[in-house]
């Protein structure tokens, strides 16, 4: 008897952000490639005491700390996410914090949070597409609806 797997590819997944209107509405970021890490931990909590079980450390779960990520873009300076007087490259130097939106259709679920744009990247080469990396920060928590 074959097992086949039922993993997805990442192939269609769509990450959105919010145009500054209220309630939110989204706009594609242009030709997203990659994105790297995206999720959640919690802080590890010391909380071993004189009694602890067979003289082991103890931990609890502290608060959630959403991932730092690095967005791969092919660079699209034409398209209103990368554009340097309104997108994202715009949100960095306003130190804006926006809504963003990653959904994919297999999922059955999206997922919306918070997040800064720390910084951007870049790179240029003779014979390669040119591409930016926004690194952005979650702040708060993940809404899975």
Request: proline share 4%; net charge negative.
């Amino acid at each position: 008897m074959t097992m086949q797997t039922g993993a997805d590819l990442g192939y269609l997944a769509l990450l959105s952000r919010d145009n500054g209107d209220s309630p939110y509405t989204y706009s594609e970021i242009a030709e997203v490639t990659n994105i790297p890490g995206f999720g959640a931990m919690s802080d590890l909590i010391e909380v071993t005491h004189l009694q602890s079980p067979n003289g082991a450390k103890e931990f609890i779960s502290g608060m959630e700390d959403g991932q730092e990520l690095s967005i791969t873009c092919n660079l699209r300076m034409d398209h209103a996410s990368h554009d340097p007087s309104t997108g994202l490259i715009k949100d960095q130097a306003d130190k804006a914090t926006r809504s963003f939106r990653l959904t994919h259709p297999d999922w059955g679920t999206t997922c919306t949070f918070m997040a800064l744009v720390r910084g951007f990247t870049i790179d240029l080469q003779p014979n390669v597409a040119q591409v930016v990396t926004f690194t952005l920060k979650i702040t708060g928590g993940l809404d899975w609806s």
